[in-house]
Structures are given as C-alpha cells and as structure tokens.
C-alpha cells in the first residue's frame, strides 16, 4: 500500500470515527428531547409538540440556508421534499406512540424500522448477529408482555418504517444537496403537513412560560440539533454503521425515562441495556467501510 494510500484510509477511518462519535451524541439529544415530550405532552397533545419542533428547526435552518429559487427544480429537489414527508409522519407518529404506551416502549418497537435497515444491508454475519443481540436486548427491556395498547403499538410501528426511510434520503439528500440546504427544504414541507392540525388542536389557554420553555428546549434539542448533524454523520459513515448504532437509541430512551419520566427497570432491563449498548459498540468498533461509489466519492471532495 502507498503512503498515499494508507493516509487516504486513516482520513476515510477518522471521519467514520467522528461520525459515529457525532451520531451517539445526537441520539442523547434527540431522546432527552423526547423525554420532556413525555412531560408536556398531556398539557398540549402530540401534534402540537411535534409542530412546535418543526417550527424551531425551521427557524434554525432557514436564515442561514435558504435555498435558491434558481436551484428548485423537481429533478433535483425530490428527495429534500419526500424528505419532509417522512419527518411529519416519523415524528407525529412517534409522539403519538409515546403518549399512549410511554418512552421506552414507543423507542422499542420504533427501532425495528432501523433494525430491519441493518438486516437488510448488512454483508458480514457480525453485523448480523450485533443486531440480533441489539434486538433481544431492546425486547428485554421494555418486557413485552401482550397487554400494550394496539393503537400505539401501529403507531410506533408507523414511525419505525417511517425512520428506515429517514435513514435513506438522509442520505441521498445529504450526498445529493451542499450543505444543509435539503435539509431546510424538508423541515419547510413537514412544517406545512403540520401546521394545519396543529392549529385545529392548539389551545391557547393552556401556554405559561414553562410550557414554552419546554416546547422550545423539545425542538431544539429532539429537531434542530440532531437532525443538522445527521447530513454531517450521513456523509461519513454509511447506513448500516447508521443503523447498528442507532441501537443505543432505546437504552438511552430508557435512562432518561427514568431520569424524568420516573420509569422504573429490572434487573433483567438493566441487563438489556448493556446487550444493547455492547452490540452496539462491537459493530462500530469493528466495522469496515464500503467502498464509495463515483457519486460518493466527487460528493465527499465537495464537502
């Protein structure tokens, strides 16, 4: 191997590194987010929780990244728009989810959307078996035990294969589209999918500054930072890695269901949470990147 070479795989391993490094970050973000959800969505309801998200993301993204209107063609825009289609239905369907059969439970059942990702990429059976043993330990520790509500069981289903979509034009928009400008084209069209029922639900009455306060804090943190990140984490690991470590999601859901949500766990859930984290970690740890395909490759020089 060249000296060129071998420096080219220690640049394309540190930004795997710091992709994946960047992601387990988001996913405390995102799910502590979720977790003060929990908390204020019996005051306003789910759809306008998830709207308020939308909006704080919008006004995020929008000023610094405002696409132009020369550059809004269909052929070109298309993903950024289904983009924005997946969010309001991952994202009301997921909240919906919590409000009935609670955090960890709705974190649980969603996960097999990225879990079922993992599975059908993946090339090597330790990948498999990480995700396997990621998803025994997901079932553990929430203990499903037939008595869960139907309704939020479709839903956090619904939000599952919404999030595998996610992960795929994330990618594609991220790859696809320079900065965060695709981005800020689907946070506009979820937005507008919401607002409408947002409004219908809306009552005023029930706003002091602490429910503010937490909506605001619920949008930045579970919108606004995460997904600004996952085009920088899309663009340096792929989607099975993506997926694999995604799998943190439901142990850290957990901890901050018990943190402020009061859940509490057994001895065998506190066993799941480490499955899942130990799965997690060993397919990061030794995971090899795909070679990058032409597209990739002149996308990763422009960023």
Known sequence: MSIHSAEHE?????????????????????NLG?????VVMPVVGATVVVAVRQIVMTLVLLPVYRPKRAELSWARLWPAVALGVVLAVMNLSFYASVHIIGLGLAATIEFLGPLALALAV???????????????????????????????IALALIAGAAWAGYILLTRTVALGLPGLEGLTVAS?????????AAAFAF????????????????????????????????????????????????AVAALFGWMILD??????????????????????????????????RTAEAQH
């Open 10 to 30: 220690k640049h394309l391993a540190r930004r795997g590194t710091i992709g994946a490094a960047t992601q387990l970050g988001t996913e405390v973000s995102i």
């Open 34 to 38: 979720s977790a003060l959800a929990g």
């Open 122 to 152: 993946s090339r090597r059976l330790l990948d498999v078996l990480c995700a396997l043993a990621a998803g025994v330990g997901v079932v553990l520790l929430t203990g499903l035990d037939g008595t869960v509500d139907p309704w939020g």
């Open 188 to 196: 506009i069209v979820s937005l507008v999918l919401l607002i409408p």
């Open 203 to 250: 009552d005023p009455s029930v706003l002091t500054l602490g429910v503010v306060g937490l909506l605001i804090a619920i949008g930045v943190l579970s919108s606004a930072l995460p997904y600004s990140l996952d085009t920088f984490i899309l663009r340096r690991v792929d989607t099975r890695v993506y997926a694999i470590i995604t799998a943190c999601g439901p």
């Open 263 to 296: 859940e509490q766990f057994s001895g065998m859930q506190i066993f799941a949470i480490a499955l899942v984290c130990a799965a997690a970690a060993t397919a990061v740890a030794t995971q090899r990147r795909r070679p990058a395909s032409e597209l990739e």
